[in-house]
Every structure is written in C-alpha cells, then in structure tokens.
C-alpha cells in the first residue's frame, strides 16, 4: 500500500458497518453514529467479529461517557505534564499527525511521584483526543479519509535502570491496555530509533517538515536543530512538583495512628456521633501502593448490623498524595471509614490516618489518639 492510499472497506466490512451500527444506534451519540472509520476500526480489531467488536464498542462509549473524553478540551493537564516528552512534530506526507516519543529523556520516576495515575492517562488522553480532532479537520477541508497516526520512539540514552523501574513499568502497561482498548487501528506506523531510521522516517515525512536531528532540516528561528520550541524532550522534573516530600508527610504530624491492614483485609477506623449536624474529617496516607476507601453508617438502630454505604468504595492512591474528605452528619450513629486491602493476595498496607469529629459548636474529637 503506497503512503497516499486510503485503506479501502471491503463489501463483507460494510455489510458488517452497518449492522454493528444498527445495534448501537440507541446508545450511541449522533456524532458516533456519523463517524463510519469509528465502526470500522473496532471491527477490524476483533477480525470482523461482530459480537466481540459490539461488546469492545460499547465498553468504548460507556468509558467515553464516564471519563468525559468527548469534552477532553477542557481538563487541565497539572504542570508538570510539560516533563512528558509527547510531541506533535509534524504531517506526513499524506496528511497523518506525526508524534515523537523520547523515553530516553522521560524522567519517569519524576512524573510518577509529581501527578496521580489518572491525571497521567488523561494527559495522555488529552494528546490522543486532540490528534483525533485534528484529523477531523483535515479530513473536511481536503475530503481525505485519514484516521490514523505515526509514532517516533526514541530509546535513545534508554537506561536499564530505566526499564525496569517497575512502577513505570505498571503505568506503561496500564496506558497500552488504555490505548488498545479504546483506539484500536489508530497506528499507521510505529518507527523505532535504533538503525536505518532516517531513511524510513523520510518515507513518509518530508524533510522540511522534520527538525535537523531527526534526519530532516528543520530548525527553530534561531537555527536550533533541536527545535525545542515544537519538540518536547522532557528532562528532570524538579522536586518542587513532587506530590508527598519529606517534610509535609502525614506520619510526621500530631494526632497521626499507624494503622497495618493485612493482605486479603481490611481495617475500620469508627467515629461515634452523638450529635446532629456535626461532621466528620479524615486525612490518611500509606507508606506504599494505594488501598481501598469508603464510608460507611451505621444507626443505632440497623438491624443486623447492616452498613449503608455514604462514600462508594475505590482505590486511592494515598502513596501519591494525602487524600482528605469531610462529611457532614445530619444522622447521629457510628459512621465507619473503612480500609480494604482485600484486592492484594501480596502486600501488607501501612496508613498513616487522622480522624476527628468536629461537634456543632466546633469543638473536635480526636478518635485515633
């Protein structure tokens, strides 16, 4: 296939098209429904499957919806996001976004302990969705079928260190589970840097439109070859962006209990309320990984000690950053945070935690000390 064909739909993929779209035109926005390459593309992930490509879709538009991705303009990356070397360097000749990856200056271990784990997937979402956008565009204003990009990876200064750096590890599988599952046949070419490189990556960009040490000629206005006003590189993120330093830890502050919840556990940290319209303040971190998280009440009267549920349960990462909460009591009753643990078959928790009832007169209770 030449660099300026378009893939072609095959009669059986049409047929399939337009049944997979007649099974979710009742749960797909109007936009979705419009957007053919969308229907293609899960299609051909699944072999023209259409059961498994149906049930890939409707995960697709369920996490879509959840996360807000079609408004994905409007979040905030955090500031250090600017560490993460993704950049949008240029077109191919056919009109593809090209990006270029430099895991070899991706301080990653600083980027992990600067920014939670959803905050990293959704700025990297951020990028994806807005090169979906772009090929839109291109798409109207040239009547083109383009949907799919070029990625550069750069494993240039790549250190062992570096690849087996096990959170890092976890959060690339997590983002390559995220990619496969919601932008399947978005790939158009895959480019390592290794040997031979400059010669296939002018295949398929023209050398005006990549910088000088990419193999092309373009430099910054100042003649840098680097152009490190389009390509981000990355580089040490400062310690001044590091969500939980020394010094602000939990288990450093009065009032604080150390709290060990086993593998396959769980632990209950209760707060008896005596008095309505009091409320209820937490504060915990662990000293590793996240733990699971939820609040609970029970009324003096429940029967059978039956748990209503206030706060849904998830996993925090409170190893990232001290996770807070208040929640006001309208009831009196005993009301429960509850650490759960029981995901783990391996690894024992440890929490720093404070929690204090605060009385309608603003007088607080501490019930860990």
């Known amino acids: 296939m030449s660099e300026t064909e378009t893939r072609k739909i095959t009669p059986e993929e049409e047929v399939a098209v337009q049944e997979l779209k007649r099974r979710l035109e009742n749960e797909s926005k109007p936009e979705y429904l419009k957007d053919e390459t ?16 149906e049930e890939m879709l409707r995960n697709h538009i369920q996490w879509r919806e959840k996360n807000d991705i079609d408004d994905m303009e409007l979040y905030k990356p955090p500031e250090v996001a600017k560490y993460f070397p993704m950049s949008l360097i240029a077109f191919s000749k056919a009109g593809n976004p090209v990006r270029y990856l430099s895991f070899g200056t991706m301080d990653a271990k600083g980027l992990l302990k600067s920014a939670k784990k959803h905050d990293c997937i ?3 979402v951020k990028e994806l969705e807005s090169d979906v956008l772009k090929m839109k565009q291109i798409n109207r204003m040239t009547g083109q079928k383009i949907d799919q990009w070029i990625y550069i990876f750069d494993f240039d200064n790549y250190t062992f260190a570096k690849a087996t750096h096990k959170p890092t590890l976890q959060m690339l599988a997590y983002l390559m589970m995220t990619y496969e599952a919601h932008y399947p046949e978005r790939l158009k070419k895959a480019i390592i840097i290794n040997e031979g490189w400059k010669e296939e990556l002018l295949k398929y960009v023209d050398a005006d439109e990549l910088p000088v040490f990419l193999g092309g000629t373009r430099t910054d206005p100042d003649g840098n070859p680097m152009c490190p006003s389009q390509v981000n590189l990355g580089g040490v993120v400062p310690q001044s962006y590091y969500l ?24 209950n940290v209760t707060l008896d309320v005596e008095e309505p319209g009091s409320h209820i303040e937490w504060e915990f971190e662990t000293e590793n990984k996240d733990i699971g ?5 029970q009324s003096e009267d429940s029967l059978q000690n039956k748990l209503k549920e206030l706060i849904p349960k ?5 190893h990232m950053a001290c996770e807070t909460g208040m929640y006001q009591c309208e009831t009196p009753g005993t009301y429960i945070l509850m650490f759960d643990n029981s995901y783990s078959w391996l690894q024992q928790k440890e929490i720093f935690c404070r929690a204090i009832v605060v009385r309608p007169t603003g007088e ?5 000390e």
């Open 38 to 53: 969308m229907f293609l593309r899960f299609l051909r992930a699944r072999d023209c499957n259409l059961n498994k490509a």
């Open 364 to 368: 607080k209770i501490s019930v860990l």
């Open 293 to 297: 998280f939820g609040l609970y009440f």
């Open 122 to 124: 959704k700025s990297v």
């Open 244 to 267: 939980r330093s020394s010094t602000r830890r939990l288990c450093y502050q009065p009032g604080v209990k150390k709290l060990h919840v086993s593998r396959m556990s769980k632990v």
């Open 314 to 318: 998830q996993r925090v990462e409170a």
